[in-house]
């Protein structure tokens, strides 16, 4: 793990303006302009809405409690160079006009925290779960027999040993896990390269190995399903049997830790209601949870080199 100087130097006691100023760091290189058009009434730029957005997600609030917070937040506003709080509706407007490309650079500025140029990823672990979309209660569903939360399926890739996540995508509706991992897969290679792949045996595919040895240039460790009487195809796949790694299959286990503290900290329901805006809430908690990652290595980082105490003693 790579921490700059820069990174380091200027460490608040409080964990909240912490995450503030990296997320403006973060949202300052990841090319999003300033204002939105040449007619915007610059009351508010791009880079405040989006932190704003950000802490949002992080104190997992909706869009009418965290305006009514940030009211109350005086040093929140300094930080932001606010002079007046935006409505609700701008930050929901914000959000709908904002592109899928612009977050995914973000969740790039947020992985290029913990690295140095062209360093590898040791072993990445690759796990789905699901996020609940749905706006009345579970019994009023059972009640009215009517099918009124649906699931929207999701996709992490995480660096085993750091926690941090390198890749997601996302569906609303169920597909099989090979079909998210071809798309992810190629997403962390573009993000940050790995040595290994790990995965459980949903997905277990000669695709999949083809993809990851041809051309990723790494290693795929899955157990091969064990089917009776059925011979098992594909060069990989048998392949896999003798060259299956125990201690490093092991690992997978993280990105099932990692889907835990995103959806328990930051929540499993989604509170969009229109899917391209589902999709952006979802890749916004894994900017959040890679943010607050960092948050915390940083100051451990600064309490284990640094002389000076972090917080201030009480007389």
Known sequence: MCLSNKHTSNISSNKYLNFIDTALAVSGNSRLEIYSCKYSKRTYTQHQLMVLVLLKEY????????????????????????KQVPHFTTLHKFVTRIKNILLNRLLHQTIKLFYSRGERIEVTAVDSTGFTSGHCSYYYSLRTDKKRHSFLKTSIAVDASNLVITGVKVSGRPVHDTKHAVTLLKQCHKTRKSEFYVMDKAYDSEDIHKLVRDELDSIAIIPVKDRKRKKI??????????????VLHRKRSMSETSNYVLKRKYGEEIRARIYRNQVKEIILKVVVYNLDRFVKVKIIVYLRF???????KFK
Not at 233 to 246: A, Q, S
Not at 306 to 312: A, D, G, M, V
Request: charged content about 40%; aromatic content about 8%; overall charge negative.
């Open 233 to 246: 195809k594909g060069r990989y796949r048998r392949l896999m049997i003798e060259e299956f790694d125990v």
């Open 306 to 312: 640094s002389t000076k105490p972090l917080f201030p």
């Open 59 to 82: 104190l997992n609030e909706d869009y009418r409690d965290i305006v009514e917070l940030v009211e109350l937040m005086d040093k929140v506003q300094t930080k932001l160079g606010l």
